[in-house]
């Protein structure tokens, strides 16, 4: 049996086991939630038994800093709630890739497909920083990020296969997933920054108290486009976050090859940045809230996450031939994201084997479930390849097609969002 407070935590999780784990950072527990807990601090503190309230945890790295005279915290609060919530969502992002990986090895994925296995908590700790009203914008390496603003995993892991059930009624594939105030992936390298920047001016021009997060990769920093959209959210005190998911190699070249300054959190000239233990969720999710807030009251800001990506550029490529086996194993075992985390929980929150199992068992269910849906749902018929060419309800037929009648359909936007488990 687990204890009182664990149990009611499990149980809260459990209850988004056939939707999707991205559920979990945003909704507050219920009322009846709280009571539960504040009763079990209340028991546990009177019977001398370990404190199941907030911990307050020291980060392991420090951050590096440009351009500015103050940083992130490096002390931060964690629950047990949180704690087990971060855990099955770096669970989940881990699971859903390997997923897709089974799924393109068996020929049910076709084309590229750029996996984030590795790259876990730079998603899991953005994402716990956001408010509702945040945007998103990224690259091509896209599925954890879909997931984590809130496309199921069926939706992710459909779309990948091509199924009408994909988020993109699969017609996306991996670089094309969207979600609310999530606007995608792009196939075109460093792209989405100056998209980004457009998400920002919209957001100050409505003021609608958003933040745009632009995330691109090494492999991206060095795009003049880049650097254009960052003299321009500097001239204008644009409310966004420029995130640079540094993986050490872009595609099979490494930062150190490919960058004369590859410090990219220093690269804004003018504008501050900072550079932020990538593998630690707890550090990016302090430096996120940081810099959140700053966007929105002084404007642009460089997030560096130092990551690994643990496969190659995409599925085509092996990974090796530009890095030994030996080093992507050290990362493994001295770096790893889930690893680090879960001993950080298990020490903290007195988390048994048994409970770990627990959160394991239910990820996998969601991710089984998933994969049955990637692999049997209907595929979109012939019809569907001239729908949605239009914006907006239209009902007439597609213009300047000249040799075939085409009417214009819309297809029902329901296929890329879940249920709401929790209010």
Same mark, same amino acid.
């Not at 909704?27 to 911990?55: F, S």
């Not at 940083?71 to 931060?76: A, R």
């Not at 209907?378 to 097609?401: K, Q, T």
């Given at each position: 049996?687990?204890?009182?407070?664990?149990?009611?935590?499990?149980?809260?999780?459990?209850?988004?086991?056939?939707?999707?784990?991205?559920?979990?950072?945003?909704?507050?527990?219920?009322?009846?939630?709280?009571?539960?807990?504040?009763?079990?601090?209340?028991?546990?503190?009177?019977?001398?038994?370990?404190?199941?309230?907030?911990?307050?945890?020291?980060?392991?790295?420090?951050?590096?800093?440009?351009?500015?005279?103050?940083?992130?915290?490096?002390?931060?609060?964690?629950?047990?709630?949180?704690?087990?919530?971060?855990?099955?969502?770096?669970?989940?992002?881990?699971?859903?890739?390997?997923?897709?990986?089974?799924?393109?090895?068996?020929?049910?994925?076709?084309?590229?497909?750029?996996?984030?296995?590795?790259?876990?908590?730079?998603?899991?700790?953005?994402?716990?920083?956001?408010?509702?009203?945040?945007?998103?914008?990224?690259? *091509?390496?896209?599925?954890?990020?879909?997931?984590?603003?809130? #496309?199921?995993? +069926?939706? /992710? !892991? @459909?779309?990948?296969?091509?199924?009408?059930?994909?988020?993109?009624?699969?017609?996306?594939?991996?670089?094309?997933?969207?979600?609310?105030?999530?606007?995608?992936?792009?196939?075109?390298?460093?792209?989405?920054?100056?998209?980004?920047?457009?998400?920002?001016?919209?957001?100050?021009?409505?003021?609608?108290?958003?933040?745009?997060?632009?995330?691109?990769?090494?492999?991206?920093?060095?795009?003049?486009?880049?650097?254009?959209?960052?003299?321009?959210?500097?001239?204008?005190?644009?409310?966004?976050?420029?995130?640079?998911?540094?993986?050490?190699?872009?595609?099979?070249?490494?930062?150190?090859?490919?960058?004369?300054?590859?410090?990219? *959190?220093?690269?804004?000239?003018?504008?501050?940045?900072?550079? #932020?233990?990538? +593998?630690? /969720? !707890? @550090?990016?999710?302090?430096?996120?809230?940081?810099?959140?807030?700053?966007?929105?009251?002084?404007?642009?800001?460089?997030?560096?996450?130092?990551?690994?990506?643990?496969?190659?550029?995409?599925?085509?490529?092996?990974?090796?031939?530009?890095?030994?086996?030996?080093?992507?194993?050290?990362?493994?075992?001295?770096?790893?994201?889930?690893?680090?985390?879960?001993?950080?929980?298990?020490?903290?929150?007195?988390?048994?084997?048994?409970?770990?199992?627990?959160?394991?068992?239910?990820?996998?269910?969601?991710?089984?479930?998933?994969?049955?849906?990637?692999?049997?749902?209907?595929?979109?018929?012939?019809?569907?390849?001239?729908?949605?060419? *239009?914006?907006?309800?239209?009902?007439?037929?597609?213009?300047? #097609?000249?040799?075939?009648?085409?009417?214009?359909?819309?297809?029902?936007?329901?296929?890329?969002?879940?249920?709401?488990?929790?209010?």
């Amino acid at each position: 049996m687990f204890p009182a407070g664990l149990a009611f935590s499990l149980r809260f999780l459990r209850c988004g086991a056939h939707f999707s784990s991205a559920d979990l950072p945003r909704p507050q527990p219920p009322k009846e939630c709280i009571e539960v807990l504040a009763h079990n601090k209340t028991k546990q503190q009177g019977k001398g038994e370990t404190y199941d309230g907030p911990r307050f945890i020291c980060l392991q790295k420090d951050f590096k800093r440009h351009r500015l005279t103050e940083g992130p915290s490096m002390m931060v609060s964690l629950d047990k709630l949180e704690a087990l919530r971060y855990y099955r969502q770096l669970l989940a992002l881990r699971h859903l890739e390997m997923a897709a990986s089974n799924l393109y090895k068996e020929r049910l994925i076709r084309g590229f497909c750029h996996l984030y296995t590795g790259q876990e908590a730079c998603a899991v700790g953005i994402r716990a920083a956001m408010g509702e009203q945040d945007k998103v914008i990224s690259g *091509y390496r896209i599925h954890g990020w879909a997931y984590m603003m809130g #496309v199921s995993a +069926q939706g /992710v !892991l @459909a779309e990948l296969t091509g199924r009408l059930t994909g988020c993109s009624g699969g017609k996306g594939g991996s670089m094309h997933m969207y979600g609310k105030n999530f606007y995608g992936g792009t196939g075109i390298v460093g792209d989405q920054v100056p998209l980004g920047a457009g998400l920002a001016l919209a957001g100050k021009y409505l003021k609608d108290e958003s933040v745009s997060l632009a995330i691109y990769g090494d492999g991206a920093a060095n795009q003049g486009q880049i650097f254009e959209t960052f003299n321009m959210a500097q001239l204008w005190k644009l409310p966004i976050i420029f995130v640079c998911e540094n993986n050490n190699y872009g595609m099979g070249t490494s930062s150190k090859r490919s960058s004369s300054n590859n410090e990219y *959190y220093t690269r804004g000239d003018h504008l501050p940045g900072i550079q #932020v233990d990538g +593998q630690d /969720v !707890l @550090a990016v999710r302090s430096a996120a809230t940081f810099a959140i807030q700053h966007a929105k009251e002084r404007g642009p800001l460089i997030l560096e996450l130092k990551t690994y990506r643990y496969g190659g550029h995409s599925m085509s490529d092996p990974g090796t031939s530009y890095r030994s086996r030996e080093e992507i194993q050290r990362v493994r075992m001295e770096q790893d994201p889930i690893k680090s985390f879960k001993q950080v929980i298990m020490k903290e929150f007195n988390i048994s084997q048994d409970e770990i199992k627990e959160l394991n068992k239910l990820v996998k269910i969601e991710i089984e479930e998933a994969t049955k849906a990637a692999r049997c749902d209907e595929e979109p018929s012939l019809p569907h390849l001239w729908s949605d060419v *239009y914006s907006g309800y239209y009902e007439g037929h597609i213009r300047n #097609v000249k040799e075939h009648s085409l009417k214009h359909i819309n297809m029902p936007k329901m296929y890329n969002l879940k249920p709401k488990t929790e209010s």
